[in-house]
């Protein structure tokens, strides 16, 4: 990818780069382990993100 970006492009990319995020260990306690995985979880090399 290309070092100069623009800047909605980056903030999209930063939005899908936040929700690949683990889900926190608090919240696997507080929901009694129901709650283990993220759904929204991506692999960078194997999903491509459709921004702009």
């Known amino acids: ?3 100069r970006k623009r ?3 980056k903030i999209r ?11 926190p260990a608090w919240i696997i306690l507080r ?3 129901t ?3 993220n759904p ?7 999903t491509d993100v459709e921004v702009g």
Do not use: C, F, H, P
């Open 7 to 9: 800047s909605g492009r």
């Open 13 to 23: 990319l930063l939005k899908k780069q936040k929700q690949t995020s683990a889900v």
């Open 40 to 46: 929204k979880r991506r692999a960078w090399r194997q």
């Open 35 to 37: 709650v283990r995985t």
């Open 31 to 33: 929901t009694n382990k």
């Open 1 to 3: 990818m290309a070092a």
